[in-house]
Structure formats: structure tokens, C-alpha cells
């Protein structure tokens, strides 16, 4: 568990889902911006670790972590996650935040069907399926998100996926693509959103790499234990 000073009386209570088995490509990074930037603003943080066989009551975490791994740890992690399903769909329903990275973003869904192998069934918090693919998207990419407590931003990072995503009708994209593939290379779009479900390729990390996104999400991800919060700014300029 990890602990800033508090000065604000704020907590920032963080789920981190299978923080070994599901990390590569340094999305760890992403906790360690959440944890940096909270700390700069007095806000504390409590950090705790879910692993495989462990299912805890999601809906007291205000923010939820599920990054990326390869297919041979998306099975294990596959598998577990289906016990831990209900807990997570009445966390959703309560307006946790999660943020989804690659293999975390397809394991959301209804199903991720490797190119390859066996499907592996999703939890179905996201409406939207992943389909293997014969060659892998690899590419800086960009797109634009537009949220109504932000407006039209660019959120840039690396994606590394042989995933085709397609969505449903009960998401909406996160954004439309400038640069790079996205979802599946065909419609233009990257990445979803339901209630405060985020789900994204983006690695590189994609929080370190985007303060205004962190900073969205830290918002929304308090707003759920406190109510109307705004955020002291800090000079991302350096």
C-alpha cells in the first residue's frame, strides 16, 4: 500500500487489478502518475494489489487498474477474472473509474478470439469484441478526445496490438484517431468509454504521457467519494 501526505483530507482509494501478471510495456507508470500527481496536491493514496484468486468488493476502490500482457497471461487472466466479474460490474455501476489498457481494454469486453487458440470471454463491462489479427499494429499514434469536462483534447502514446476491436452500440469511442491504427485500422476510431469504464491501446506509458488525461481521471475517479472536486493546477510545462 502506498501513502502521500494528505493535507487535503482527500483519499484516492486505487485497485490495482493483477499489478505482476498484466504489466507490460511499462504501464505501471500509469499508477506512479496517478500516485505523483496527487501527492503534488496534498490528496493521499491508498494503493492495493489484486491478484489471481483474490476477489474483493471493487466498489470501494474510486479507481481501478488493468494494463496490458500477452496472450499466454491473458489466459490465466481470463479465467480468474470471471470470478471476480460480479464485483466488478456493480463497481462499474456505481461509477468506479477504470482505466484499460490493450489486453485489460479487450478482457472488459464480451470476448478477445486470438488469431490463433481458443476465445477468451470478456466480463462484458464494455459492449464491444476483439478479433485476433494476422499482422500487429505498432506505431506512435494520436487522436482527439472530446469529454464534457475537458473539451477537445490530444492524447498521444504508443500502440502495440494484433487486436481488432469493434464496438457496440452502448459505448462510444474514446477518440478519433489523427496518426496510427486504433481499434481495428478501419473505422477511425481508438479506445472506449461507458459511464467511467476508459479503455484504450495506448501504452508508453499513456498517463505519464498525457497530464490532462491523469488529471481527468483522478477528478472523476474523487468526485465519486466527494462530490464536486476541482483540482489545484500544476505546471506541466517542464
Given amino acids: 500500500m502506498g501513502q502521500s501526505v494528505n493535507e487535503t483530507g482527500m483519499v484516492l482509494k486505487i485497485g490495482h487489478l493483477y499489478p505482476t501478471l498484466m504489466s507490460v510495456a511499462a504501464d505501471r507508470g500509469n499508477l506512479f502518475a496517478i500516485e505523483r500527481r496527487c501527492k503534488w496536491r496534498g490528496i493521499a493514496t491508498e494503493v492495493e494489489q489484486i491478484y489471481v484468486k483474490q476477489t474483493p468488493d471493487f466498489s470501494r476502490y474510486d479507481l481501478i487498474l488493468f494494463h496490458g500482457g500477452a ?15 460480479t464485483s466488478l460490474r456493480e463497481a462499474a455501476e456505481s461509477n468506479t473509474v477504470f482505466l484499460a489498457v490493450c489486453a485489460g481494454y479487450q478482457l472488459l469486453g464480451h470476448y478477445y478470439k486470438p488469431f490463433q487458440g481458443p476465445e477468451l470471454k470478456g466480463v462484458g463491462l464494455l459492449d464491444l469484441y476483439t478479433e485476433g489479427g494476422k499482422s500487429r499494429y505498432m506505431t506512435h499514434m494520436a487522436l482527439v478526445c472530446d469529454f464534457d ?4 483534447q490530444i492524447l498521444v502514446g504508443y500502440e502495440n496490438h494484433s487486436g481488432r476491436t469493434h464496438l457496440g452500440s452502448h459505448v462510444r469511442p474514446l477518440g478519433k484517431v489523427m496518426a496510427g491504427w486504433g481499434n481495428n485500422g478501419e473505422d477511425g476510431t481508438e479506445g472506449a468509454y461507458y459511464k467511467n469504464i476508459y479503455g484504450t491501446y495506448l501504452h508508453g506509458p499513456v498517463l505519464p504521457k498525457n497530464p490532462w488525461f491523469t488529471d481527468f481521471l483522478i477528478q472523476r475517479a474523487l468526485e465519486k467519494r466527494y462530490g464536486d472536486v476541482k483540482l489545484t493546477p500544476l505546471d506541466d510545462s517542464t
Fill in 71 to 85: 496472450d499466454r497471461e491473458m489466459v490465466v487472466a481470463a479465467q480468474d477474472i470471471q470470478s471476480k466479474a
Fill in 149 to 152: 469536462k475537458t473539451g477537445k
